[in-house]
Nanobody, 124 residues
Framework: QVQLVESGGGLVQAGGSLRLSCEAS????????MGWFRQAPGKEREFVGG????????NYADSAKGRFTISRDNAKNTVYLQMNSLKPEDTAVYYC?????????????????WGQGTQVTVSS
């Protein structure tokens, strides 16, 4: 069982930055691929980005490329989502997810564990 706790959300003006963190419980963090997803009101949950268990492979949604960066610190059981040049359309609840050796990072069904989410609001 893995528990995920996100933090770092908040209110920011357009063009600003936020860094989300997701800390995982357990001793097998290094075997989990980690993903970030988001869900805006009235919309389906969508993939933002992910990083494979080794940390060497990342994948991003087109909307995140060039603005968002995912990194992980296996020593701290933590994955980060650095978000720059934020836009009002980035407003959503952001969720991190963990899945054992997930290859296809964009597939939400591949992740067994989900955090409770953290709200990100970008004002114009």
């Amino acid at each position: 069982q893995v528990q995920l706790v996100e933090s770092g959300g908040g209110l920011v003006q357009a063009g600003g930055s936020l860094r989300l963190s997701c800390e995982a419980s357990g001793r097998t963090f290094s075997s989990y691929s980690m993903g970030w997803f988001r869900q805006a009101p009235g919309k389906e949950r969508e993939f933002v980005g992910g990083v494979r268990w080794s940390g060497g492979i990342t994948n991003y949604a087109d909307s995140a490329k060039g603005r968002f960066t995912i990194s992980r610190d296996n020593a701290k059981n933590t994955v980060y989502l650095q978000m720059n040049s934020l836009k009002p359309e980035d407003t959503a609840v952001y969720y991190c997810a963990a899945g054992s050796y997930v290859y296809e990072l964009a597939i939400s069904a591949a992740y067994a564990y989900w955090g409770q989410g953290t709200q990100v609001t970008v004002s114009s």
